[in-house]
């Protein structure tokens, strides 16, 4: 008697093993399963994320492409109209010089055709 209850405690034990040893892998998968879900999940907020990041920076170069631009005409312009007030008051200026240098020039030819008299 004692050696058949040792057998069916043997049995038992082996039988729970092998339950034990499969309740694992079903464990094991079932935690596999979770990460793998977990992974994707993170990856599609981590691109998502990624994305937005992307537009953003596209969208903020675009601007300061624009107002480097418009900052750029707007200097072309003021230099365009200092180059433009400067040309004048050349002109300007050797417009006076001509004429006085005319002038003087006239007086002394008359001077010269009064003194040849």
Known sequence: ???????????????????????????????????????????????????????????ATETGAKKAGHATKRAAVRTGDATETAAKDTGHGVKKGTKATGHAVKRGAEKTEDAVK
């Open 1 to 59: 008697m004692k050696t058949k209850f040792c057998l069916m405690i043997t049995a038992a034990l082996l039988a729970l093993t092998a339950f034990s040893y499969g309740q694992v892998k079903d464990d094991m998968k079932d935690a596999a399963h979770d990460t793998g879900h977990a992974t994707k999940t993170a990856a599609k907020k981590t691109g998502h994320a990624t994305k937005r990041a992307a537009v953003k920076t596209g969208d």
